[in-house]
């Protein structure tokens, strides 16, 4: 049962993954990609009331299970908006304390500790990404 719990919040959770897409490829305007975002925090909210009713450490309890590692690539990757598109108020926003506190644990678990990358790292890859030179290896 809880095998299927998790791949039924693996799929709720990556829905934030098209507005996320989309914020890159063809959106120019402030209020269109304010507009994704907005979706990709109401996404971040139900994350957070799972994590807050459950009133455990990750998805998955008391240790990092199947749902904590399919959903952890895309909030580590979160903060590129902020860092590509200053200013326009795309912040994670703090009220969501059950979600911070789940990134600051996942930041411990071993493998994303020493494989996880920063957002200034992916904000610097999908920069190079949409240009002619961009560095597979950095």
Known sequence: MEKAIGRLQVESFSKQNGPYYKMFYGVDSVEERAKHFSSIVAKLGEMDEELEKSGKKFFGGSSPGMTDLMVWPWIERLPVHNILFPGEGMEFPSELTSLHAWIKNMWEVPAIKMYGLEGA???????QYFSEHCDFDM
Not at 121 to 127: D, G
């Open 121 to 127: 790292a992916h904000a610097k890859f999908y920069t």
